[in-house]
């Protein structure tokens, strides 16, 4: 056990979804009949989700800051009805058709975080309003007739990584290249990642990283293989690509920036965060906007993949949503979730439906399970919880109680604390007002009261 959480970086719970996920396909494989584990299949299985899992990684953030979105179905269905009607009736190309589509999706954005950032109106109530609102005007905008999108949107939705060079290699090269790329830098962040614990000092054997290629070769050369070596005119699927981008450049902004920092300082502790210097304002506004942004390529992708926009696109997408979120390990609270825990949570919501049909089993019992399996995972972070398991704010204001040397040092204010949570500057000053205060903790509420 001692080695295999060297090899896990120490923390097993990190993959346990990603052990469930991969457990999950080879149980429906078995169940099946071979009928899981298919190019057709797993190509199918990407592009017909992709759509969700670019809403999971905006609604983790919102979840995160301690809200949640209701109308990212509502916003996605419009704007794939409006890409639909201004090519159709107003004759614009297809890309201006695409920015046009995108240009909603922010201005939505920015109307519910406007509610919800100036106005105090709690992110709840915004998105229903906005999920009710955006919904009949979907309806209303298209008399309930569905409209046809361009055909270039189908390659966005529903195409595949092109061919080229020689065909010795018996597989998709767009495909295969994508692998060796996922290979040959997965493997040398591994050996990165240990030049810089020797560097610190620190102990750092051979044998992890090595240990951790291999299996990243295995895993990475399978999937490659899978995907590249369909019947011919297919490869991996252009939404999966899209999806990959977004979850490189999603994780890079939740992980390695400042905003990044402040919307886990923000969700750990609003009023600490505020009172380091965190403009809780700007963040909450940020959060929403963006998440109304992936609602809008998550619309065109559907869009593009069905080839026409219906007045019905985008019901209940909101609940699969939030479902991969939880699943993929975000907390009730907020404060903790990572994009990449949430695709997976999202993968594994895809992969009970699509095993699930393969075995033939009806909507109604699809449903009863998934169900299940969301309240399961809901209930395993409480459990840990109450069990003391601490949040990432937590984990946070304990480094900046040791020193150096990892020797305890005098217990920081609340200021100080406040701090090193969000990652502001020592001495910095509240960005929203300079008298909130730590009593006022009311999730639903985004400015708390102040002190007089």
């Not at 293989?225 to 999806?243: D, E």
């Not at 900046?400 to 910095?428: C, R």
């Amino acid at each position: 056990m001692k080695k295999l959480r060297e090899l896990l970086g120490g923390n097993l719970q990190q993959y346990t979804m990603v052990l469930a996920l991969i457990v999950l396909v080879l149980v429906f494989q078995f169940l099946s009949g071979g009928k899981m584990v298919t190019s057709s299949n797993f190509q199918n299985l990407i592009s017909g989700n992709a759509y969700v899992l670019v809403l999971a990684i905006g609604m983790v953030m919102v979840i995160v800051v301690g809200h949640i979105d209701l109308s990212v179905g509502s916003v996605a269905g419009l704007v794939g009805m409006v890409v639909a009607i201004s090519g159709r009736d107003f004759g614009l190309p297809w890309w201006a058709s695409l920015l046009v589509g995108l240009g909603v999706g922010l201005l939505v954005g920015c109307w519910h975080g406007f509610w919800l950032a100036q106005m105090g109106i709690p992110g709840f109530i915004t998105t229903l309003a906005g999920l009710l609102a955006f919904r009949g005007l979907v309806i209303w905008i298209s008399g309930s007739i569905s409209a046809p999108v361009p055909r270039e949107f189908t390659t966005l939705g529903a195409g595949y990584m092109p061919e080229w060079g020689p065909g010795w290699t018996m597989m998709n090269n767009s495909t295969l290249l994508l692998g060796i790329v996922g290979i040959v830098y997965l493997t040398w962040s591994q050996f990165r990642k240990r030049a810089k614990e020797i560097k610190r000092g620190n102990e750092a054997p051979l044998w992890i990283p090595v240990t951790r290629s291999i299996a990243l070769v295995a895993i990475i050369g399978y999937i490659t293989w899978i995907f590249g070596s369909g019947r011919p005119g297919t490869s991996f699927p252009i939404p999966g690509v899209i999806l990959l981008v977004l979850v490189i450049i999603y994780h890079i902004i939740t992980q390695r920036t400042t905003f990044g920092r402040h919307v886990y300082a923000v969700g750990g502790n609003r009023a600490a965060a505020a009172l380091s210097g965190v403009n809780t304002k700007r963040t909450y506004f940020l959060v929403m906007m963006n998440m109304s942004f992936l609602a809008a390529i998550a619309g065109i992708l559907f869009v593009g993949r069905s080839t026409s926009a219906g007045p019905q696109d985008g019901n209940m997408w909101e609940l699969d949503a939030i479902a991969a979120v939880f699943i993929g390990g975000a907390a009730v609270s907020g404060g903790i979730g990572t994009v990449f825990g949430s695709v997976i949570g999202g993968l594994v919501m895809a992969v009970l439906n699509n095993g699930l049909m393969l075995m033939g089993v009806g909507q109604d019992r699809t449903a009863v399970i998934k169900g299940l399996v969301l309240l399961i995972a809901v209930a395993f972070d409480v459990y840990n919880k109450n069990h003391g398991k601490p949040s990432i704010t937590g984990h946070l204001a304990k480094k900046a109680q040791l020193g150096l040397d990892g020797e305890p040092q005098e217990p920081l204010s609340p200021e100080s604390a406040a701090v090193a949570a969000s990652g502001a500057e020592p001495g910095s000053k509240p960005a929203d007002g300079p008298a909130i205060t730590p009593e006022s903790d009311n999730p639903l509420d985004p400015h708390p009261p102040t002190k007089h």
